[in-house]
């Protein structure tokens, strides 16, 4: 498993106690005091079932879900590119990520779209209800660690600095720290496959993860990550998020993401 979430690091330079220049414009947020819900959504522009999904997370981000109790993600997975159309989001970390997920919990399948909360899936997103109650059971709880990112935003790299300490009874090995840079407000007009004709738009669409980073022995972490900015890339349509995850049954817990600031 632990070979797996490897598999999704990207390329990125990590700096252990490097100080970051004082010149740089920085912004920060800090994690509340109970668990925020991390929403993950798999999903392809190859796939004809995944634009009313897209649709679903882009809208609910926008209007009613509150950022300090929901982080919504969505990993463009590249096993659809065989059929016809190549997303140009999608990335084959992703899909492993996501077959990583589905074997810790006791399947062989991966589709999309896909929906996880907190590292679980649930089949029933698009019920309102279900949806509700899932989120309304995390964000009940206390949060087992406190999170912390401070977002240095320079021309063609972010900076990002990430600190906490967990006080939750877990063996710090087995947790897992990602750092995920994201982008909204992206489209594209696609040409082949099972959405040709169709112009599709997307949020919070992940561009780069990192991950996953280390704790120390007394569940202390701080790491600098700096991520080099992709071709497309808007700043004031981008942001970053962090979770912490466990390794061995991939449930998240807590996240914390953090919009682009004003230049």
């Keep these: 498993m632990k070979t797996l979430l490897l598999a999704m690091v990207l390329t990125a330079a990590l700096i252990w106690g490097h100080p970051l220049s004082a010149e740089i414009t920085d912004c920060t947020t800090t994690s509340p ?10 999903t392809s522009e190859g796939c004809n079932s995944c634009p009313p999904a897209d649709r679903w997370l882009s809208r609910q981000s926008a209007q009613d879900w509150n950022p300090r109790q929901i982080v ?20 084959p970390a992703f899909s492993t990520r996501q ?21 679980r899936s649930l089949s029933q997103w698009r019920w309102p209800e279900a949806f509700q109650q899932r989120i309304a059971d995390i964000t009940a709880q206390p949060a087992p ?31 897992g720290i990602f750092v995920a840079v994201y982008q909204d407000k992206l489209g594209s007009q696609v040409i082949a496959g099972e959405n040709a004709g169709e112009h599709l738009r997307h949020d919070r669409v992940v561009r780069a993860l990192l991950g996953p980073l280390g704790l120390d022995p007394n569940g202390h972490f701080s790491h600098t990550v700096s991520i080099s900015l992709p071709d497309g ?27 682009a600031c004003p230049s």
């Design 33 to 42: 005091y109970t668990r925020t819900a991390l929403v993950e959504l798999y």
């Design 72 to 91: 919504a993600l969505a990993f463009h997975v590249d096993y659809w590119d065989r059929l016809g159309w190549k997303d140009r989001f999608a990335q």
């Design 99 to 119: 077959r990583a997920l589905a074997a810790q919990q006791g399947s062989r399948t991966v589709y999309t779209p896909q929906v996880l909360v907190s590292g």
């Design 145 to 175: 660690v406190d999170l912390q990112i401070e977002l240095f935003q320079k021309p063609e790299q972010w900076q990002i600095q990430t600190t906490g300490q967990l006080h939750a009874t877990v063996t710090q090995s087995t947790i």
């Design 233 to 259: 890339f808007v700043p004031q349509n981008a942001g970053v998020a962090v979770f912490l995850q466990q390794i061995q049954d991939g449930e998240v817990l807590q996240a914390l993401a953090l919009p």
